[in-house]
T-cell receptor, first 109, second 114 residues
């Protein structure tokens, strides 16, 4: 079992709709969770982090954490074509971040 | 406030040569991490360093790869006797020691072995 798993996609969402990205992790002791966005040919950019169960909102982005079920999700409201990118879920394991393989998201105008 | 600086951006090496990748962390960051990314794949952890110390090198291949973060100067990832399979994007990231707020990544070095 991989430490961090994501559906690689591609995930296609119409412009203006809600994009939902999911991630599961295997280490039940993990405490910190991160979402990064990576445009093609560019470096990853941190967009959200979450430590506590529940929801955390930042603009059009909402991160959701459920430690009992060991999953993290990212919702993007009012999706824009500029949101088209690969989204990487990361979980802190020991002293490092372990990344999932990423979900490629395409927003269709 | 400069971010994480990596150089070179692109590096072409012939098989058997050495590749040296450099990374200067953000100001105030003392933790450095190196990751490798193959095309269409996620980021694979290689090594975690603090000044003059390797903290975790569990992701480093046993041979040909080494990393350092000296007291003065940038962190260096060295790949000796490169092979075609070493072709990838290598990202450096840094973080603060007193706050768990994720990493800031540099722009990466794209290594091509010909």
């Amino acid at each position: 079992q991989k430490e961090v798993e994501q559906n690689s996609g591609p995930l296609s969402v119409p412009e203006g709709a809600i994009a939902s990205l999911n991630c599961t992790y295997s280490d039940r002791g993990s405490q910190s969770f991160f979402w990064y966005r990576q445009y093609s040919g560019k470096s990853p950019e941190l967009i959200m982090f979450i430590y506590s169960n529940g929801d955390k909102e930042d603009g059009r982005f909402t991160a959701q954490l459920n430690k009992a079920s060991q999953y993290v999700s990212l919702l993007i409201r009012d999706s824009q074509p500029s949101d088209s990118a690969t989204y990487l879920c990361a979980v802190r394991v020991s002293q490092k971040l372990v990344f999932g393989q990423g979900t490629r998201l395409t927003i269709n105008p | 406030n400069a971010g994480v600086m990596q150089n070179p951006r692109h590096l072409v090496r012939r098989r058997g040569q050495e590749a040296r990748l450099r990374c200067s962390p953000m100001k105030g960051h003392s933790h450095v991490y190196w990751y490798r990314q193959l095309p269409e794949e996620g980021l694979k952890f290689m090594v975690y360093l603090q000044k003059e110390n390797i903290i975790d090198e569990s992701g480093m291949p046993k041979e040909r790869f080494s990393a350092e973060f000296p007291k003065e100067g940038p962190s260096i990832l060295r790949i000796q006797q490169v092979v075609r399979g070493d072709s990838a994007a290598y990202f450096c990231a840094s973080s603060r020691p007193d706050r768990d707020s994720g990493y800031t990544f540099g722009s990466g070095t794209r290594l091509t072995v010909v």
